[in-house]
């Protein structure tokens, strides 16, 4: 009895002698949660799908933003209020459009092939949208989830299955704010002095969903109108990152409080659709939609509104040329079809990056990132292969191909990703070199990659 009372001594002494050096903690705030190290498997995915699935796929009508745009803003948006007023009946309110979102055909696994198909190495889906119904069975959100009402079903967890079966990483988008949550307008009618909304319905909510999915990332939006003071943002990422189950994991985004994006987090959004002139010094990403007008579904989109591969095959190199990943939306239908011009969009830029990836995963931007002696070039390199990587999306009209920036040596070879002939070149003075390029295959995605071994 005495020998086994002091074991449990012995070992509880250990403990709290070893805790210290189990690592750093962080503090409830943004100098120390800051400081942290971004997980490493974010920088080396380079590009992730976003998914945009909710109750506003059902009217599927202008955005996502449809119930704000038709009841929140003021004056309406008389499309929106029109648009109801021919198609539906009196009273006929946001919420019922909840029974009508049926997922039906939704097949995760389907999905998750696509996903895998495009090249992706990350797929966020939005776990709740600033309506603020949540697409897991949350408790939090009694009757507005889609366990409860609509498709009967723990869309969250189903996908992250298929999806974690493919080695993708996965990760979901939360809203902080909802924008007709009764507890936070009571807040926001106090000037955020309150904070009802965020201990009673946000914080518990955020919690479970982390405890319950492990998601590897959090996407959070919907911060803007309130300090971070308000949403315990601090406490709550101290916690992700000391004490949550995905604490050596977890990437979260920047989008924690007003006056926060751009400045303080994991990586940076900063504004959706974000371009940076030049080399940013902080990671960062671009959220981009296929759909140019709108991030879920809608149902009068038109071809001409929808971006194209080799737009989106430019927009994926220019953001990883200046060190960004790219985070690249589709969104499903109300009954969980992926519509088959985005899966057409996905499975291209999984072609390219089939014959083209060495260049992107795990990739670090160049001394120089964009130069334009020929047709424009944007540069990225790899330290694997130690190979810079020319980028060009323009056919030159001449064979001869003029590269100003690298600096050659005897030993340099070149070659064209996806013909394994190394290419003619001469060095050019003081620097850059010219070379003879080969007929350039025919690709959908309209971009090449000229590969140099032993440039500086
Ligand atoms: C995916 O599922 C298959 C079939 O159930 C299983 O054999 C395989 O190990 C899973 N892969 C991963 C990475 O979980
Ligand atoms: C909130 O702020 C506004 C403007 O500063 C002020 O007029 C109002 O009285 C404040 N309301 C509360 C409940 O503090
Ligand atoms: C919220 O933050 C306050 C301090 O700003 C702290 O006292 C409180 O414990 C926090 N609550 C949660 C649930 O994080
Ligand atoms: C590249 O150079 C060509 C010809 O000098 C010019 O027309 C084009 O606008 C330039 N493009 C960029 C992106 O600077």
Sequence with gaps: MFAQESWVFLLLAAWFILIPASGTRYQANWESLDARPLPTWYDEAKFGIFVHWGVFSVPGFESEWFWW???GQNPPDQKCVQYMLDNYPPGFSY????????????DPDDWADIFEASGAKYVVLTAKHHEGFTTWPSSYSWNWNSVDTGPH????????????????????????????NP?????KKNNFTTQDFVLKKLLPELYDMVLSYKPELIWSDGDWEAPDTYWNSTEFLAWLYNDSPVKDVIVTNDRWGAGCYCKHGGYYNCADKYTPGELPKHK?????????????YRRTMRLSELMD???????????????????LNVGPTPDGMIPPVFEERLRGIGAWLEVNGEAIYSSKPWRIQTENATVPVWYTSNS???SVYAVFMTKPTVYTFHLSEPVTAESTTVT???????????????????????????????AWILKLDGVK
Excluded at 183 to 187: G, H, I, M, R, S
């Design 309 to 327: 591969l080799p737009s989106i095959i430019q927009d994926l190199v220019q953001t990883v040329a200046m060190g960004g990943n790219y985070l």
């Design 95 to 106: 919420p019922d459009f909840a029974p009508q979102f049926h997922a039906q055909f939704f």
């Design 153 to 180: 079903r723990d869309l969250v967890g189903d996908l992250a299955e298929a999806v974690r079966n493919r080695s993708l990483h996965y990760g979901l988008y939360n809203s902080l704010y909802e924008w007709f």
């Design 416 to 446: 064209l990703l996806g013909n394994p002939e190394p290419l003619r070149w001469a060095p050019l003075h003081p620097r850059g070199l010219i070379l003879l390029l080969p007929e350039l295959p025919q690709t959908p995605a309209q």
């Design 284 to 296: 960062w990403e671009k959220c981009q939609s296929v759909d140019t007008q709108s991030w879920g």
């Design 183 to 187: 507890l936070y307008l009571a807040d």
């Design 384 to 386: 694997k292969y130690s």
């Design 69 to 71: 745009h038709w009841k």
